[in-house]
């Protein structure tokens, strides 16, 4: 692979269409790494009144573990990967766990589980970490409400920006970057960021996000 030409590039932002897989041995270093990857779960809700308008998620047959150990090796601040909770025996231990209550539940199996009101992001120190104010690892932001979601599985932003506030970092990376949450929680907060996504119409949808005006913290653009 030659020079990355980027779909998307302003003073703040860079956004690449394509394969993580093939991208990140590319880049150089970035401070974090805070991404929300396939599952593995092969997700696609029938939960919608009128049918659902998301296609299922590419790539979403396994957790990508090679991608986020390719993070590790570019990440000098600290990794985040979201995860469920049958996801946590695959990965490697991290430092802390943080839980994300969503005040609203998930469908699953209706019949035989308990409602879902929380998912984990895996928290990994690298070498060069430090924390500008040491956090709590309870985080309550209320999901996207579905009827307002540009992606399947979109993160709320104010749920983002309180990951990485907390941490030392100037350079964020989300190498399942989806609609781009994570890269509009930091422009928002003055920082860059570094986006992949594999799905060229999210990469449009995340391009547009970038070029709407920076928004006051905890607020939704």
């Not at 993580?20 to 970035?30: F, K």
Request: aromatic share 10%; charged share 20%.
């Amino acid at each position: 692979m030659g020079e990355l030409t980027p779909y998307f590039q302003d003073d703040d932002v860079t956004i690449y269409h394509g394969d993580s897989r093939n991208i990140l041995p590319h880049l150089g270093s970035v401070a974090l790494v805070l991404t929300d990857p396939p599952y593995g779960m092969q997700y696609h809700s029938g939960r919608y009144r009128y049918g659902n308008p998301h296609a299922p998620i590419v790539g979403d047959n396994d957790y990508p573990l090679d991608i986020l150990d390719m993070c590790f090796g570019i990440a000098t601040s600290a990794v985040f990967a979201f995860c469920r909770w049958d996801n946590l025996w695959q990965l490697p231990a991290p430092k802390s766990l943080i839980v994300w209550v969503k005040d609203n539940w998930s469908a699953g199996d209706l019949e035989h589980a308990y409602g879902r009101m929380w998912e984990a992001v895996a928290f990994y120190p690298q070498w060069g970490h430090q924390f500008i104010d040491r956090p709590h690892d309870v985080i309550h932001v209320s999901r996207v409400p579905p009827t307002s979601l540009s992606h399947p599985t979109e993160k709320p932003l104010g749920l983002i920006q309180r990951l990485f506030m907390p941490h030392v970092g100037e350079t964020i990376l989300d190498p399942f970057m989806g609609s781009g949450t994570t890269l509009r929680a930091a422009k928002d907060m003055g920082r860059k960021a570094i986006g992949i996504e594999i799905e060229e119409k999210y990469c449009e949808i995340a391009a547009k996000r970038m070029s709407q005006m920076v928004m006051d913290l905890g607020h939704q653009v």
